[in-house]
Protein backbone atom coordinates (compact mmCIF):
# COMPACT_ATOMS: atom_id res chain seq x y z
CA UNK A 1 0.00 0.00 0.00
CA UNK A 2 1.52 3.45 -0.87
CA UNK A 3 2.00 5.76 2.25
CA UNK A 4 2.24 8.98 0.39
CA UNK A 5 5.23 10.42 2.42
CA UNK A 6 6.48 12.66 -0.46
CA UNK A 7 6.27 16.16 -0.92
CA UNK A 8 4.71 15.57 -3.85
CA UNK A 9 1.69 13.92 -1.67
CA UNK A 10 2.00 16.44 0.84
CA UNK A 11 1.15 19.45 -1.70
CA UNK A 12 -1.58 17.73 -3.96
CA UNK A 13 -3.50 17.48 0.07
CA UNK A 14 -2.62 20.72 0.46
CA UNK A 15 -3.66 22.11 -3.17
CA UNK A 16 -7.01 20.13 -3.33
CA UNK A 17 -7.75 20.88 0.89
CA UNK A 18 -8.11 16.81 1.24
CA UNK A 19 -6.52 14.72 4.30
CA UNK A 20 -5.50 12.40 1.71
CA UNK A 21 -4.31 11.76 -1.35
CA UNK A 22 -7.33 9.88 -2.97
CA UNK A 23 -9.34 11.98 -1.86
CA UNK A 24 -7.43 14.88 -3.76
CA UNK A 25 -7.11 13.41 -6.99
CA UNK A 26 -10.96 13.18 -6.99
CA UNK A 27 -11.08 16.47 -5.91
CA UNK A 28 -8.86 17.98 -8.33
CA UNK A 29 -10.39 15.75 -11.31
CA UNK A 30 -13.47 16.94 -10.54
CA UNK A 31 -12.58 20.26 -10.86
CA UNK A 32 -10.75 19.99 -13.72
CA UNK A 33 -14.17 18.68 -15.86
CA UNK A 34 -16.43 20.82 -13.91
CA UNK A 35 -19.64 21.91 -16.26
CA UNK A 36 -18.38 19.48 -19.23
CA UNK A 37 -21.45 16.56 -20.63
CA UNK A 38 -19.31 13.03 -19.67
CA UNK A 39 -18.40 10.71 -21.31
CA UNK A 40 -16.25 11.23 -22.70
CA UNK A 41 -13.69 13.81 -21.37
CA UNK A 42 -12.87 16.94 -23.31
CA UNK A 43 -9.25 17.20 -22.56
CA UNK A 44 -9.07 20.35 -24.83
CA UNK A 45 -11.16 21.59 -22.36
CA UNK A 46 -9.02 21.20 -19.67
CA UNK A 47 -6.17 23.37 -21.19
CA UNK A 48 -6.89 27.15 -20.34
CA UNK A 49 -7.30 25.75 -16.89
CA UNK A 50 -3.85 25.03 -15.96
CA UNK A 51 -1.99 27.30 -18.61
CA UNK A 52 -1.80 24.30 -21.26
CA UNK A 53 -1.17 26.59 -24.62
CA UNK A 54 -0.54 23.91 -26.84
CA UNK A 55 -0.58 19.76 -27.21
CA UNK A 56 0.87 18.06 -30.12
CA UNK A 57 2.56 15.02 -31.01
CA UNK A 58 6.48 14.76 -31.61
CA UNK A 59 7.91 12.69 -34.06
CA UNK A 60 11.08 12.41 -32.04
CA UNK A 61 9.52 11.64 -28.74
CA UNK A 62 10.73 8.47 -27.63
CA UNK A 63 8.81 8.30 -23.95
CA UNK A 64 4.96 8.62 -23.77
CA UNK A 65 4.86 12.40 -23.13
CA UNK A 66 5.87 15.55 -21.56
CA UNK A 67 4.91 18.42 -20.33
CA UNK A 68 7.01 21.48 -21.54
CA UNK A 69 7.65 25.37 -20.36
CA UNK A 70 6.30 27.60 -22.82
CA UNK A 71 6.21 31.55 -22.74
CA UNK A 72 3.02 32.46 -20.63
CA UNK A 73 2.16 28.45 -20.09
CA UNK A 74 3.10 25.03 -20.81
CA UNK A 75 2.73 23.03 -23.63
CA UNK A 76 2.06 19.14 -24.10
CA UNK A 77 4.58 16.74 -26.38
CA UNK A 78 3.12 13.35 -27.14
CA UNK A 79 4.13 9.98 -28.77
CA UNK A 80 2.58 9.41 -32.32
CA UNK A 81 3.28 6.57 -32.35
CA UNK A 82 1.03 5.36 -29.74
CA UNK A 83 -2.75 4.52 -29.80
CA UNK A 84 -5.26 7.44 -29.75
CA UNK A 85 -6.82 6.05 -25.82
CA UNK A 86 -2.67 5.72 -24.77
CA UNK A 87 -2.14 9.17 -26.03
CA UNK A 88 -5.47 10.73 -24.31
CA UNK A 89 -3.64 8.72 -21.07
CA UNK A 90 -0.61 10.74 -21.48
CA UNK A 91 -2.02 13.93 -22.26
CA UNK A 92 -4.03 13.62 -19.08
CA UNK A 93 -1.21 12.06 -17.21
CA UNK A 94 0.78 15.89 -18.34
CA UNK A 95 -2.28 18.03 -17.57
CA UNK A 96 -1.72 15.99 -13.61
CA UNK A 97 1.94 17.48 -13.76
CA UNK A 98 0.70 20.60 -15.01
CA UNK A 99 -1.53 20.39 -11.68
CA UNK A 100 1.64 20.16 -9.71
CA UNK A 101 2.75 23.07 -11.41
CA UNK A 102 0.22 24.98 -9.81
CA UNK A 103 0.86 23.64 -6.20
CA UNK A 104 3.32 26.63 -5.51
CA UNK A 105 7.43 27.52 -6.02
CA UNK A 106 9.87 24.55 -6.31
CA UNK A 107 7.77 22.02 -7.25
CA UNK A 108 8.57 18.22 -7.51
CA UNK A 109 9.05 17.18 -11.00
CA UNK A 110 10.12 14.08 -10.55
CA UNK A 111 10.09 11.20 -8.40
CA UNK A 112 7.86 7.46 -7.84
CA UNK A 113 4.97 8.90 -5.73
CA UNK A 114 4.76 11.95 -8.35
CA UNK A 115 4.26 9.77 -11.21
CA UNK A 116 1.78 7.41 -9.13
CA UNK A 117 0.12 11.08 -8.33
CA UNK A 118 -0.05 12.15 -11.79
CA UNK A 119 -2.02 8.17 -12.72
CA UNK A 120 -4.46 8.63 -10.57
CA UNK A 121 -5.37 12.03 -11.96
CA UNK A 122 -5.12 10.43 -14.87
CA UNK A 123 -7.14 8.02 -14.76
CA UNK A 124 -10.16 9.85 -12.84
CA UNK A 125 -10.28 12.47 -15.87
CA UNK A 126 -10.51 9.94 -18.33
CA UNK A 127 -13.32 7.88 -16.15
CA UNK A 128 -14.10 10.40 -13.18
CA UNK A 129 -15.75 8.25 -10.24
CA UNK A 130 -19.47 10.38 -10.67
CA UNK A 131 -19.44 9.47 -14.52
CA UNK A 132 -18.31 5.67 -13.78
CA UNK A 133 -21.37 5.35 -11.21
CA UNK A 134 -23.87 7.17 -13.55
CA UNK A 135 -22.97 5.04 -16.55
CA UNK A 136 -21.91 1.46 -15.21
CA UNK A 137 -24.26 -1.28 -15.69
CA UNK A 138 -24.66 -5.20 -14.13
CA UNK A 139 -22.98 -7.35 -14.69
CA UNK A 140 -20.00 -6.01 -14.15
CA UNK A 141 -17.93 -8.06 -16.08
CA UNK A 142 -14.85 -7.98 -18.86
CA UNK A 143 -17.94 -7.24 -21.46
CA UNK A 144 -19.16 -4.31 -19.40
CA UNK A 145 -15.84 -3.29 -18.58
CA UNK A 146 -15.27 -3.33 -22.43
CA UNK A 147 -18.17 -1.60 -23.14
CA UNK A 148 -17.07 1.18 -20.30
CA UNK A 149 -13.27 1.89 -22.22
CA UNK A 150 -15.27 2.45 -25.69
CA UNK A 151 -17.69 5.22 -24.02
CA UNK A 152 -14.92 6.50 -21.83
CA UNK A 153 -12.22 6.48 -24.72
CA UNK A 154 -10.07 4.85 -22.34
CA UNK A 155 -8.01 2.11 -22.35
CA UNK A 156 -9.46 -1.33 -21.65
CA UNK A 157 -6.50 -1.55 -18.73
CA UNK A 158 -7.01 1.83 -17.35
CA UNK A 159 -10.77 1.68 -17.65
CA UNK A 160 -10.53 -2.22 -15.81
CA UNK A 161 -8.47 -0.32 -12.97
CA UNK A 162 -11.28 2.36 -12.53
CA UNK A 163 -13.69 -0.30 -11.83
CA UNK A 164 -11.04 -2.05 -9.62
CA UNK A 165 -10.74 1.55 -7.50
CA UNK A 166 -14.36 1.60 -7.28
CA UNK A 167 -15.85 -1.58 -7.04
CA UNK A 168 -15.40 -5.02 -6.76
CA UNK A 169 -13.73 -6.26 -8.95
CA UNK A 170 -9.68 -6.96 -9.80
CA UNK A 171 -7.25 -7.22 -12.32
CA UNK A 172 -3.95 -8.06 -13.36
CA UNK A 173 -1.82 -8.34 -15.99
CA UNK A 174 -0.12 -10.82 -17.64
CA UNK A 175 3.52 -10.44 -19.64
CA UNK A 176 5.34 -13.00 -21.32
CA UNK A 177 4.76 -15.38 -18.51
CA UNK A 178 4.77 -13.00 -15.78
CA UNK A 179 2.26 -10.75 -13.87
CA UNK A 180 3.74 -7.46 -13.98
CA UNK A 181 1.03 -5.48 -11.42
CA UNK A 182 -2.65 -6.35 -10.27
CA UNK A 183 -5.10 -4.21 -8.54
CA UNK A 184 -8.19 -4.29 -6.62
CA UNK A 185 -7.35 -7.87 -4.89
CA UNK A 186 -7.89 -6.19 -1.42
CA UNK A 187 -11.45 -5.50 -2.58
CA UNK A 188 -12.31 -9.65 -1.81
CA UNK A 189 -9.43 -9.99 1.32
CA UNK A 190 -7.38 -12.26 -1.10
CA UNK A 191 -4.85 -13.59 0.81
CA UNK A 192 -1.26 -13.89 -0.62
CA UNK A 193 -2.23 -12.24 -4.08
CA UNK A 194 0.96 -12.22 -5.39
CA UNK A 195 1.32 -15.98 -4.90
CA UNK A 196 -2.28 -17.28 -5.60
CA UNK A 197 -2.41 -15.02 -8.83
CA UNK A 198 0.52 -16.96 -10.11
CA UNK A 199 -2.72 -19.15 -11.11
CA UNK A 200 -3.54 -17.26 -13.76
CA UNK A 201 -0.05 -18.02 -15.70
CA UNK A 202 -1.25 -21.44 -16.10
CA UNK A 203 -4.82 -20.25 -17.66
CA UNK A 204 -3.30 -17.60 -19.87
CA UNK A 205 -0.69 -20.30 -21.72
CA UNK A 206 -4.37 -21.68 -23.57
CA UNK A 207 -6.21 -18.63 -25.21
CA UNK A 208 -6.21 -15.10 -25.52
CA UNK A 209 -9.44 -14.79 -24.09
CA UNK A 210 -11.90 -16.43 -22.60
CA UNK A 211 -13.49 -17.06 -19.16
CA UNK A 212 -13.36 -19.68 -16.53
CA UNK A 213 -13.98 -19.75 -12.69
CA UNK A 214 -11.37 -20.63 -10.25
CA UNK A 215 -10.35 -21.19 -6.50
CA UNK A 216 -8.58 -18.31 -4.20
CA UNK A 217 -8.08 -18.58 -0.86
CA UNK A 218 -10.55 -15.32 0.70
CA UNK A 219 -9.95 -13.62 4.43
CA UNK A 220 -13.39 -14.12 4.75
CA UNK A 221 -13.93 -17.55 3.04
CA UNK A 222 -11.29 -19.94 2.39
CA UNK A 223 -11.71 -21.85 -0.79
CA UNK A 224 -13.91 -19.38 -2.31
CA UNK A 225 -14.51 -19.48 -6.22
CA UNK A 226 -13.95 -15.79 -8.57
CA UNK A 227 -15.14 -15.59 -12.37
CA UNK A 228 -11.85 -15.25 -14.06
CA UNK A 229 -11.89 -13.26 -17.74
CA UNK A 230 -8.89 -11.88 -19.56
CA UNK A 231 -8.55 -10.77 -23.13
CA UNK A 232 -5.18 -10.34 -24.80
CA UNK A 233 -4.23 -6.56 -25.06
CA UNK A 234 -1.30 -6.53 -26.70
CA UNK A 235 1.63 -8.86 -27.98
CA UNK A 236 2.27 -11.84 -25.44
CA UNK A 237 0.03 -9.57 -23.00
CA UNK A 238 -3.43 -10.47 -21.34
CA UNK A 239 -5.54 -8.46 -18.99
CA UNK A 240 -7.31 -10.36 -16.56
CA UNK A 241 -10.62 -9.39 -14.19
CA UNK A 242 -11.91 -11.41 -11.49
CA UNK A 243 -14.98 -10.87 -9.98
CA UNK A 244 -17.35 -11.92 -7.50
CA UNK A 245 -20.68 -10.79 -7.60
CA UNK A 246 -22.51 -10.44 -10.75
CA UNK A 247 -24.69 -7.38 -9.54
CA UNK A 248 -23.65 -4.07 -8.69
CA UNK A 249 -25.98 -4.46 -5.42
CA UNK A 250 -25.32 -5.96 -2.43
CA UNK A 251 -22.08 -3.91 -1.42
CA UNK A 252 -20.08 -4.16 -4.34
CA UNK A 253 -19.39 -0.60 -4.61
CA UNK A 254 -15.92 0.23 -2.52
CA UNK A 255 -16.28 2.34 0.12
Known sequence: MTEWRSAAARRIMAFADRKTVPSAVVEIARRLTEGQKLPPTDLEAIFPRVDILECHADPDMLTAGELRQAEGGFEIA????ESENRQRFTIAHEIAHAVMERTGPHCPRRGRELERICDLIAG???VPEEALAAT???????T???????L???SLTMTAIRCAQQYRVACAQVEHDEIVWFAG????GLRRPAGQLKKLLAIAE???DGRTTCTFDLDAEPSSELNVEWRATGNERKLFVLTRHLSLNHGSKVS
Open 152 to 154: FKS
Open 144 to 150: EISRLAR
Open 136 to 142: VKSPLNL
Open 124 to 126: QIL
Open 78 to 81: YNQS
Open 206 to 208: HAN
Open 185 to 188: TNNF
